[in-house]
């Protein structure tokens, strides 16, 4: 088991935010945290990083609890891309080299210079190397920050809306890369994802959330039109088309 998330609570002030989160996570399996706005996806996500520190719970990755440890074992375990990320005055390569920092020694390897030049392969980047960052797009900062995060070899993925500035090619393109560096690397991802025709293409486990709790947590079969209904609040069909399932929204009056 990769990950182990027992009983997790958090609070702002005194705001009850998530309360009782339990899962557990295998090598390979790739997890969708879906649900409306504001109902604690990237604040779970957060604690699975120790950037929140859970009131209650405990997270266990590969067995050791991540809330005990220090920011740079954290790092070796635990590959984090945020929402947004600051676009400061350095080069993709710079930038994505940084992911390196936590196995770097006295100096840069040769070894930590493959692994950045792999990973910028992987995104399609290598034309952005000596771009300055803060001279890109969105979409190409976010690919970025998913190499950096790549290039620390962590054992577990936590990515917050990774594809919500990307355009329909690129969206495509990097949920299938997370997805083939899971089955490659012999590690987990989890995502807090909005599009749910692209999570039910992608993810293979799935966590909704509704009122800061576990409203139903399983493989596909638990994305239903009724769970969708119950958490969004938007009447749903759920199709097959092409192989794959699909969320097609309803309008009142709409058979199913």
Request: proline fraction near 5%; charged fraction near 25%.
């Amino acid at each position: 088991m990769i990950l182990n998330v027992d009983g997790v609570a958090f609070s702002y002030r005194s705001s009850p935010v998530i309360r009782d989160i339990t899962f557990d996570l295998r090598p390979h399996q790739v997890l969708a945290i879906l649900g409306p706005n504001g109902v604690g996806k990237t604040t779970l996500l957060k604690c699975m990083n120790a950037i929140l520190r859970p009131k209650v719970g405990s997270i266990l990755v590969e067995g050791s609890e991540i809330l005990k440890a220090d920011r740079l074992s954290i790092a070796r375990k635990v590959g984090y891309v945020p929402q947004r990320c600051e676009a400061g005055r350095m080069t993709a390569f710079d930038a994505v080299l940084l992911g390196r920092r936590p196995h770097i020694g006295w100096d840069v390897t040769e070894r930590d210079l493959r692994i950045v030049e792999a990973a910028l392969r992987m995104l399609d980047l290598e034309n952005l190397t000596l771009r300055y960052i803060d001279e890109m797009s969105g979409g190409e900062l976010q690919k970025v920050s998913i190499a950096r995060a790549l290039v620390q070899e962590p054992r577990l993925l936590l990515l917050d809306e990774p594809t919500s500035s990307l355009d329909l090619k690129n969206q495509i393109e990097i949920l299938g890369i997370i997805r083939r560096v899971t089955r490659e690397h012999n590690v987990a991802a989890v995502m807090t994802m909005h599009d749910l025709n692209m999570a039910l293409r992608y993810a293979d486990r799935y966590i909704l959330l509704k009122d800061g709790i576990i409203h139903a947590a399983g493989g596909p079969e638990v994305v239903t039109p009724e769970t969708i209904e119950a958490v969004y609040g938007v009447p749903v069909a759920v199709e097959r088309y092409n192989g794959y399932r699909v969320v097609v929204p309803l309008e009142p009056g709409d058979g199913c």
